[in-house]
């Protein structure tokens, strides 16, 4: 059984339309990520939270936003969708890095047409 | 800058036959690797793990190595089966980075053939 839990796990969209990606986890981790990966490509951090109102922005640059104000809830927003943003979101926590790594969600396949 | 490098994007092997996955890393601060395995339409799941403090890990099929001073990690997967079909990613962590942030690999696919 997951726990961690990503929706919807595929979505098309039209240009111009704002989108949330919901990512929540049952585990009480504290550290959340959101990576962006493209086919044959590696994963790429697009944002992470330390826990309750803690966001960063990650090393690869985004127009999404986050935002987390309940341990549990870590959800992605693009504004304005462009076909530039089509790609696989990844969500993930973890407690310890050096134990486990990080437990991932199922993905969302994001298509903008 | 791709701090974790994985040159083989395939590899094709025979049941039964030892699969060998490479990896490259360029930050000598990475004191932890792991191995995620990944199925299509599926998140990666955590495989195996090493410290820098060790030269080789074992979880029963699966055998990773690190390679300090070349700044190389392989994982060995004996004996190779169907189920093993997946991408697997290499991926790094800098112990100093308290976030506890992960850089990847492109990832290889495997592809184990009858």
């Known amino acids: 059984e997951a726990d961690i839990y990503q929706t919807p796990r595929y979505l098309v969209i039209g240009t111009g339309k704002k989108i949330t990606l919901e990512c929540s986890q049952t585990?009480?981790?504290?550290?959340m990520y959101w990576y962006q990966q493209d086919p044959g490509m590696e994963l790429h951090l697009i944002h992470y939270?330390?826990?309750?109102?803690?966001?960063e922005k990650g090393d690869l640059s985004s127009e999404s936003t986050v935002s987390r104000i309940r341990t549990e809830h870590f959800p992605l927003t693009l504004e304005s969708a462009r076909p530039s943003h089509t790609s696989q979101y990844l969500c993930?926590?973890?407690?310890?890095?050096?134990?486990?790594?990080?437990?991932f969600g199922s993905g969302t396949r994001l298509t903008v047409v | 800058d791709q701090q974790v490098k994985q040159n083989s994007p395939s590899l094709s092997v025979q049941e039964g036959r030892i699969s060998i996955l490479n990896c490259d890393y360029t930050?000598?601060?990475?004191?932890?690797f792991l191995w995620y395995k990944k199925y299509p339409a599926e998140g990666p799941t955590f495989l195996i793990s090493?410290?820098?403090?060790?030269d080789k890990n074992e979880d029963g099929r699966f055998t990773v190595f690190l390679n300090k001073s070349a700044k190389h990690l392989s994982l060995h997967i004996v004996p190779s089966q169907p189920g093993d079909s997946a991408v697997y990613f290499c991926?790094?962590?800098?112990?100093?980075?308290?976030?506890?942030?992960?850089?990847f690999g492109a990832g290889t696919q495997v592809v184990v053939t009858p």
């Open positions: 993930a926590s973890s407690e310890y890095t050096a134990v486990g790594g990080y437990t």
């Open positions: 585990m009480g981790h504290d550290k």
């Open positions: 939270s330390y826990g309750v109102n803690s966001t």
């Open positions: 930050n000598s601060m990475f004191d932890y």
């Open positions: 090493i410290s820098s403090i060790k």
């Open positions: 991926a790094a962590s800098d112990g100093t980075d308290s976030w506890g942030k992960l850089q």
